[in-house]
C-alpha cells in the first residue's frame, strides 16, 4: 500500500470511508485540518471519516547505490551538479526578465513623450488657428474665414450691450400680446391638419415670425419652405447634404448640414454659405440683435458669425461635442449643451467661460423663457423635462411627460412650454398669479420637434416620418 499524498509505504496507513484512499495519518490529518476535503476527489472529508488500517512495520531497505563511502560521495556530486545547473538557469531567466523590462520602460518613455508633443502641436494649432486671418469675398465660403479669436469686435460688442440694456428694461414690464393664446386654448388643441410634403430623417422645424411658413428638411439634402395657412410647398431649397437643423433669420431661411456647412436663403435663392465646422452642425441660435448667429458642432466648436459680412468673429473650442445651444433672451451669455451631459455658460463679448451645469445624461435640447431667469432642458432618453433657474445654477421643476423627450420650446410669452417626443406632444403652462404649473395639453402624436404657431394658437409638430402635423383649434 503507497500513501495517496505521499507516494510512499505509509507507516501509521488510515484509509477513507467515502474514497477508500490510503493515506499516512500525519499527512491527511494535517490536510483535513487546513482544507476538510479529500485531496483525491475533493470530496468534504473529517477525522472521524478514516480508518485505520493496521499492517506490519515495514523497513525501507537502503537503495544498494548508497552503502559505501565512494557511492555516497557520488550522489552527492549528482545532487550538487543539479543545483548547478537549476541556478543557472536562473540566472538566465533573471537576465532576460531584466532585459524585458528595461524594454517595456522605454517604450513607455517613448510613448510619454510622444504624447506630450503631439498635446504641444496640438495647442500650438489651435492657438495658431484662432490668431490666424484669411482674407475672402464678399461670400463666406469653406474657404473664406477670418477669426479674430474669442473676443468679439467692438462694433458686435456695442450691438450687444445696446440690445441687453433695451431687453433687459422692458422684458419684465411687457404685457401679453393682445390675441394671444390662453390654457383654455391650448387645452382645446387638435390635430386640424398634416402636411403631404415629407422629407424622411428630418430632425427639426422652424416657424417664421409671422408664425405661417415653418422650414424643415430631411436626408436628402432638400429643405423646404410650407405655407401652414394654404397647406402647400412654396419654396425647394437645395442643401445639398443632410439637413440637420433649421432657422429662420427674418424672413431668410437658414440650413445647417452634416458636412459642417450653414446655408442662408432668399426665397429659393442661395444668397451666402457658411462652412467652417469640420462636422456635422448640430445646433443654430440668432442673437436678439440679430447681427450674430451661432453655430455649433460635432467638432466640439461653437462659431459666432457676423451677418453684416458673413463672417466667423469669434470660435470657442469646449470640452465635449455640442448638440443644441440658445443665446439668453437678454442676449449677453450663450448656452451649449454637451454629448457628455453639461451645460456650458459662455460670454458672448469675450468668449470666456463662466459656469458648467452637469444634467445627468446627453442634452438633447435647451430652450429660454422671456421671463430670462428660466431655461427648459431636455435630455437623451429621458421621459422628464427640467425648468432650470439660471441664478441658483440648478432645477425648480421637474415634468414627467411619460416618454423619451426630442426637443422643449417656450412660447413668446414664457407661458407655455411644449415638449415633443417620441410618446406624446404636451404643454406646461407657468400661471404666474398662482405660481404653479399646469398641464392644459398631452396629446398622442409622436414628434421629434415642435414649433409654436402665431399667437402661440397653433402647435407644429415634426413627425418621425419627416412630415407636419398642425395642432390648434378648429
Known sequence: MLCAISGVAPQSPVASRKSGNVF????????????HTDPVTGEDLSVEDLIELRSPRIVTPRPPNLTSIPSLLSAFQNE???????????????????????????QNDAATRVIARLSRER?????????????????ADGDAMQ????????ELVAKVDETQQQLFATRRKRPIPDGWATGEDVSAFDVTSSSQVIYPGSSAVSVDES??????????????????????????LKAGDAVTTTKWWGKKAVVATS???????????????LGSHAGAVTGLSLHPSGAIMATVGADKRFIFHDLSTFKPVSEVYTDADITCCDFHVDGLL????????????FDVKTGAAMAVMETGGPVRAISFSENGTWFAVAVKGSSSVSVWDIRKQSPIKVFDVGGPVDNVRFDYTGQFLA?????????????????????????????????????????????????LSILGTS
Open 80 to 106: 550538487w551538479d543539479a543545483i548547478v545547473l537549476e541556478t543557472f538557469t536562473l540566472k538566465q531567466q533573471l537576465a532576460q526578465t531584466r532585459q524585458e523590462l528595461s524594454t517595456a520602460l522605454y
Open 24 to 35: 499516512e495519518r500525519r499527512l491527511i490529518e494535517a490536510h483535513i485540518a487546513e482544507h
Open 147 to 154: 477669426v479674430d479669436g474669442q473676443a468679439l469686435p467692438e
Open 334 to 345: 450663450f448656452f451649449t449643451g454637451g454629448s457628455d451631459g453639461n451645460i456650458r455658460i
Open 123 to 139: 495647442d500650438e494649432a489651435r492657438e495658431a488657428l484662432s490668431n490666424v486671418t484669411i482674407s475672402g469675398g464678399g461670400k
Open 211 to 236: 408664425g405661417d411658413l415653418a422650414l424643415f428638411g430631411g436626408a436628402d439634402g432638400v429643405a423646404c419652405v410650407y405655407s401652414i395657412s394654404q397647406q402647400k410647398l412654396v419654396h425647394t
Open 419 to 467: 415638449t415633443a417626443g417620441s410618446g406624446s406632444v404636451s404643454v406646461q403652462q407657468w400661471t404666474k398669479s398662482s405660481k404653479s404649473w399646469s398641464e392644459p395639453l398631452r396629446k398622442a402624436v409622436q414628434a421629434r420637434d415642435v414649433a409654436w404657431g402665431s399667437s402661440a394658437t397653433s402647435l407644429v409638430a415634426l413627425t418621425p416620418e419627416g412630415g
Open 259 to 273: 458636412t459642417g456647412s450653414v446655408k442662408i436663403f432668399d426665397g429659393e435663392k442661395e444668397i451666402v454659405k
